[in-house]
């Protein structure tokens, strides 16, 4: 057996250290600090200036949900939870938003479309592989693709990992 479950060479106070040996704990330091590490999965509960017994109330226009990730993390996915009145079909879109007043961006292929014939329902994209910049923040823009009627958000929970 070898590092780390066991040591690689026992030494006496009088003996050179070897060079594979040096090697190999300089490696598994780096191992630590570098690579894809994760996926995570962070949940955010959601609550609006209309709140309904199960979340926010959405009754015209868009939710957006802001997502706490750290710089050079990835975003791997995302999942909204939601209940709609069996009428609309919700849309979820990730949004790359840069300073106020600027357009936002929806990176690549991140739009994700409810089933408008459900009432509880969660929206998935996966797949991503969205970096996280620095001056940027990311969340879900959640609003109808189609329909006018009410929906109500409950969570949304956020899929990442650290590179």
Same mark, same amino acid.
């Given at each position: 057996?070898?590092?780390?479950?066991?040591?690689?060479t026992?030494?006496? *106070? %009088? %003996?050179?250290?070897?060079?594979?040996?040096?090697?190999?704990?300089?490696?598994?330091?780096?191992?630590?600090?570098?690579?894809?590490?994760?996926?995570?999965?962070?949940? #955010?509960? !959601?609550v609006?200036? %209309? *709140?309904? %017994?199960?979340?926010?109330?959405?009754?015209?226009?868009?939710w =957006?949900?802001? #997502?706490?990730?750290?710089?050079?993390?990835?975003? =791997?996915?995302?999942?909204?939870?939601?209940?709609?009145?069996? *009428?609309?079909?919700?849309?979820?879109?990730?949004?790359?938003?840069?300073?106020?007043?600027?357009?936002?961006?929806?990176?690549?292929? *991140?739009?994700?479309?409810?089933?408008?014939?459900?009432?509880?329902?969660?929206?998935?994209?996966?797949? =991503?592989?969205?970096?996280? !910049?620095?001056? #940027?923040?990311?969340?879900?823009?959640?609003?109808?693709?189609?329909?006018?009627?009410?929906?109500?958000?409950?969570? !949304?929970? !956020?899929? #990442?990992?650290?590179?």
């Amino acid at each position: 057996m070898t590092l780390p479950l066991s040591r690689n060479t026992t030494y006496s *106070t %009088s %003996s050179p250290v070897k060079s594979n040996d040096l090697n190999d704990m300089q490696d598994r330091i780096i191992a630590q600090h570098a690579g894809v590490r994760g996926p995570y999965t962070v949940s #955010f509960a !959601v609550v609006g200036p %209309s *709140t309904g %017994s199960n979340g926010a109330l959405v009754t015209g226009g868009a939710w =957006l949900v802001p #997502f706490v990730a750290e710089v050079g993390s990835r975003i =791997l996915g995302y999942r909204v939870k939601l209940i709609d009145a069996a *009428t609309n079909t919700i849309r979820a879109n990730l949004w790359k938003i840069p300073d106020p007043g600027v357009t936002p961006e929806i990176p690549g292929t *991140t739009t994700g479309l409810s089933n408008s014939s459900a009432t509880s329902q969660t929206i998935s994209l996966t797949g =991503l592989t969205v970096p996280v !910049v620095s001056g #940027f923040w990311y969340g879900a823009m959640i609003d109808r693709a189609t329909g006018t009627g009410n929906f109500t958000v409950q969570a !949304v929970e !956020v899929d #990442f990992d650290r590179v």
